[in-house]
């Protein structure tokens, strides 16, 4: 049994410990001044953070800048940009880390909307395309040379209708002639005994990527952003036109090795089409150039073949000049492109005879743009 005193002093312990609780919690003097004061030092710790040699560090400090919306901080984002490196060999730990920490820093110098030097937007094309183009197409600086080169490089390439959009809004120069230059029409000429039937030909295209489903453990939430070439929920207008480029952009902690795409992008050939239709200011329903076409060829003899193959073919060839014309007269084709911008003429000619005893003749001598596939009985060939 406790002995009287020890029983007072647990009582006069109690006793201060219910007083405590009925006093009223210390709250600041001033809440403005105490808000300050978090804002100054939550500023210092991000600009701390940005300033480390650690990736993860780096990638908290842009998170916490973005945060508190601390755009004076975009100095060191840029700086970060600027020093980034970009190596097309396969990354380690460190640099995938270091390819991480950039996600969370454009996403930064993207929300805050700032101008970022074309020569950093353009370096991370590869890795960042959507980031990329965000931030060329917001820069007050010249970007139409960086955005032909996205335009008119090789499939796969999620960012050529962006480019291309962005080129025809602002009427690049080298535009018009890159489009005529990458451009396709595709023919179908059909050789049928006569009263035969022809045909028609369609298609679509739509693919995607998916990113991990486990988040980076101990790396803060990021906005990572993907090129989307159709109106998705969510979705924001990056460049519009007769063929509009949108971006997604979802915050999350999964940061994503390759860029993702939700692309039920329209067929290249007919964007060109739109893009000339575009730079003239003609209705979209009325093509400059009509990048599918078709033809069919009664079959009589050889050389009947060969003429009205031969006078499709100069059909063709001069309404691909009849647009140079038409477009170096609006100032958008320089004197030398005028002869030397052509589409390519990809003619696949299907031989529908009922009787195929007499081989269809070889055209020769059509222009160095014309293509020739043959299709007879189902076998496909040059």
């Known amino acids: 049994m406790l002995n009287f005193g020890a029983r007072i002093g647990i009582c006069s312990a109690i006793g201060l410990a219910w007083a405590a609780a009925q006093q009223p919690s210390r709250v600041p003097a001033d809440p403005a001044a105490a808000v300050e004061d978090l804002e100054q030092r939550s500023g210092q ?4 953070w940005l300033q480390s040699a650690d990736a993860r560090t780096r990638a908290w400090g842009a998170y916490l800048a973005l945060r508190d919306q601390l755009t004076v901080l975009s100095p060191e984002l840029l700086a970060i940009l600027g020093a980034y490196t970009v190596d097309g060999t396969p990354a380690g ?6 390819h991480d920490a950039l996600i969370p820093v454009l996403d930064a110098l993207i929300q805050f909307g700032g101008d970022v030097p074309v020569a950093d937007a353009a370096r991370i094309y590869g890795q960042f395309p959507a980031q990329s183009l965000i931030l060329l197409s917001r820069s007050s600086q010249d970007v139409t040379d960086v955005l032909l080169d996205i335009f008119e490089r090789e499939a796969p390439n999620p960012g050529w209708l962006a480019a291309g959009n962005l080129l025809a809004a602002r009427e690049g120069r080298g535009f018009a002639a890159a489009v005529l230059q990458t451009m396709t029409v595709h023919a179908v000429v059909y050789v049928q005994s006569p009263g035969g039937p022809g045909y028609g030909r369609g298609g679509s295209s739509c693919c995607g990527l998916g990113i991990p489903v486990q988040p980076k453990a101990g790396w803060p939430p990021a906005g990572s952003y993907n090129l989307a070439q159709c109106g998705n929920a969510g979705a924001v207008l990056l460049a519009g036109g007769t063929d ?3 971006y997604l952009r979802s915050v999350n902690a999964f940061y994503p090795s390759t860029p993702a795409t939700c692309m039920c ?3 290249p050939d007919v964007a060109r089409q739109h893009y000339l239709n575009t730079l003239l200011s003609i209705p979209a329903e009325n093509p400059l150039i009509r990048v599918e076409v078709s033809h069919s060829i009664q079959w009589q003899a050889p050389e009947a073949y060969r003429s009205e193959l031969m006078g499709f073919v100069r059909e063709q060839q001069d309404i691909f000049a009849a647009a140079a014309r038409k477009l170096a007269a609006a100032g958008l084709l320089a004197g030398d492109e005028i002869q030397s911008a052509r589409p390519k003429l990809a003619i696949e000619i299907w031989d529908q005879r009922v009787s ?3 081989p269809l003749p070889v055209l020769a001598g059509v222009g160095g743009n014309v293509t020739f596939t043959h299709t007879a009985g189902g076998q496909s060939g040059t």
Do not use: G, I, V
Request: charged share 35%; hydrophobic share 20%.
């Open 45 to 48: 710790m991000a600009k701390t």
């Open 93 to 98: 730990t460190l640099e995938k880390d270091e």
């Open 244 to 246: 509009p480029a949108y």
């Open 265 to 267: 992008h329209p067929d």
């Open 356 to 358: 195929q005893e007499t």
